[in-house]
């Protein structure tokens, strides 16, 4: 990926640590919202070895509400400014689906976009992207996290992802987009059996010859076939994070940064 003007190499998997600065999210929701949380937040992140952070301030859970565009960008801005001064050198992702979000971020110092509905929640989306040179994630989803597991995928959900991915791919390349990674989207729009199926042909996303992101830490397809809460999940997140890689990951978005690190650095050291 072109970041920055340098080049920034997927050729060893690389982790990207969550910063969510919103009250609500499912797993770590209130715990970074002041400036020294977040602050610690940052730096805990890169010296536990992540590449990349990820900065989100409206929750994607299932049945989150939208939360309004200038509250959104008010946590935004506040968390960047703060990272950005702290930390010059960090690679900062921000997780919005919003296209003016996007743009005030990638001007105010982030380095990627992390767009939960592929460009679907947004039609200026791949335009400002396109203009911007920068890369972007381009995740699956069925609907807006209020509704989406109401929505779920149908019969054959690995075809819908693929016809999908071809769809949105085609529409961000002809926008000027160079660098797109995809995420399948685990728990968006997805019954936890289709989760699974997902997981197990996620190699067949190669065939699109772009990177992948996988983000399944502590989620609900971990906890609930665990029986479990998302804060008994750090073990099953380190499981499915190794099958992730397996089969072609390049990056894996994780609350749990020090572990992930450590799967990266023993599975491919054999």
Avoid at 173 to 188: E, N, Q, S, T, W
Avoid at 252 to 259: G, M, S
Wanted: with cysteine.
């Amino acid at each position: 990926m072109n970041i920055r003007s340098r080049l920034f190499s997927l050729s060893h998997p690389v982790v990207m640590g969550i910063l969510n600065v919103t009250d609500d999210s499912f797993y770590d929701g209130g715990r970074y919202v002041d400036d020294a949380s977040i602050l610690r937040r940052a730096e805990q992140i890169l010296s536990e070895g992540a590449a990349i952070i990820d900065l989100g301030a409206a929750s994607t859970k299932p049945g989150a509400p939208d939360v309004p565009l200038e509250e959104e960008w008010r946590r935004i801005g506040r968390a960047l400014s703060l990272i950005v001064s702290h930390f010059p050198e960090a690679v900062i992702s921000v997780d919005t689906w919003r296209s003016e979000v996007a743009e005030r971020s990638v001007n105010a110092g982030a380095a990627i976009i992390n767009d939960i509905s592929g460009g679907t929640f947004d039609e200026r989306m791949a335009e400002v992207v396109g203009r911007l040179h920068v890369p972007y994630i381009l995740m699956h989803t069925t609907a807006k996290p209020n509704c989406m597991q109401q929505l779920t995928l149908g019969e054959n959900p690995l075809a819908e992802i693929m016809r999908f991915f071809g769809n949105q791919i085609d529409k961000f390349k002809k926008a000027g987009c160079v660098d797109i990674i995809l995420d399948p989207g685990f728990g968006f729009g997805k019954t936890l059996e289709q989760n699974y199926l997902l997981l197990k042909n996620l190699d067949a996303l190669q065939v699109f010859g772009l990177p992948l992101l996988v983000g399944i830490s502590r989620k609900s397809m971990i906890y609930k076939l665990l029986n479990t809460t998302p804060e008994g999940a750090l073990n099953g997140t380190t499981i499915l994070n190794t099958v992730a890689l397996q089969k072609g990951a390049s990056i894996l978005r994780v609350h749990d940064v020090r572990e992930a690190v450590e799967v990266t650095k023993v599975l491919f050291f054999l």
